[in-house]
């Protein structure tokens, strides 16, 4: 192995972005629902668990930034998909019959995904995996 490939396999940055940009282009293969990105359904998800979450919970739970958020809930809103009820500075979030049934379908998919990455990678690397850069992520975002 040469120079250039021992400093791209030994950086974690450039490795994470890789893998980022391929688990990403097989989750738009498989997340296949139109004008939403999968990372909005990972929102709908979200607001299925907790409802009537408030919005700083949901950008909490997505290590989301409020800007952010604003921008998926007014989609979301307008696809009918969530309702925001506000109470005093707090926004409530809620699903809408349109979410629960988008929320049903998401599930479905990401069963496919799994099953898809599963394939390639093999079911328990794919398990530990997913632990080890939720945990890694976890302590990344404690020590920022």
């Not at 972005?17 to 004008?35: H, P």
């Not at 690397?125 to 632990?131: G, H, I, N, R, Y």
């Amino acid at each position: 192995m040469n120079e250039e490939e021992q400093v791209l396999i030994h950086c974690l940055y450039f490795t994470a972005s890789r893998f980022a940009r391929n688990i990403t282009k097989l989750a738009e293969n498989t997340f296949d629902f139109g004008d939403l990105a999968p990372s909005y359904y990972y929102m709908i998800m979200i607001v299925k668990f907790n409802p009537e979450i408030t919005q700083k919970e949901l950008c909490h739970k997505l290590s989301i930034a409020p800007s952010t958020s604003t921008r998926f809930i007014d989609k979301l809103e307008k696809l009918k998909l969530v309702t925001r009820k506000m109470s005093g500075k707090q926004t409530f979030i809620s699903l809408t019959e349109e979410g629960e049934k988008a929320y049903k379908q998401f599930r479905i998919t990401l069963k496919e995904l799994f099953n898809d990455y599963s394939h390639i990678l093999g079911r328990e690397f794919s398990l530990d995996l997913s632990k080890m850069l939720h945990e890694a992520s976890n302590k990344l975002e404690k020590d920022s």
